[in-house]
């Protein structure tokens, strides 16, 4: 059974930092592309950040110079540190393994990811 379990987040002020981690059990994750997209009330799920399986990592242009992504094969675990945080960075953050493995790029539709974790709920005030 595959599972995906986040953690990390919280409430900050804007310019505050967080780091988000996310364990995953059931798959290898060096295996898989995998993600963090971010939900905020009444928007559509977005793309934060991807790394490939040949650890390509991509980012939204929004997060870019602010979120690094990471990924830990021999913990089986993502990271994304998240450093300048804005109120626009309020939202649910997701992980996610892409829908089959030894992908040769990632894919950046959320359609393209199958299995989640919970989320977990970042908050920046102003």
């Known amino acids: 059974q595959v599972q995906l379990v986040e953690s990390g987040g919280g409430s900050v002020q804007t310019g505050g930092s967080l780091s988000l981690s996310c364990v995953v059990s059931?798959?290898?994750?060096?295996?898989?592309?995998m993600a963090w997209f971010r939900q905020s009330p009444g928007k559509e799920r977005e793309t934060v950040t991807t790394i490939s399986t040949a650890d390509t990592i991509t980012y939204t242009d929004s997060v870019k110079g602010r979120f690094t992504a990471s990924r830990d094969n021999a913990k089986n675990t993502l990271s994304l540190e998240m450093s300048s945080l804005l109120p626009e960075d309020t939202a649910m953050y997701y992980c996610?393994?892409?829908?089959?493995?030894?992908?040769?790029?990632?894919?950046?539709?959320?359609?393209?990811?199958?299995?989640w974790g919970q989320g977990t709920q970042v908050t920046v005030s102003s």
């Open positions: 996610a393994a892409y829908s089959r493995p030894f992908s040769v790029g990632c894919g950046w539709l959320v359609s393209s990811y199958n299995k």
């Open positions: 059931g798959l290898t994750v060096s295996d898989y592309c």
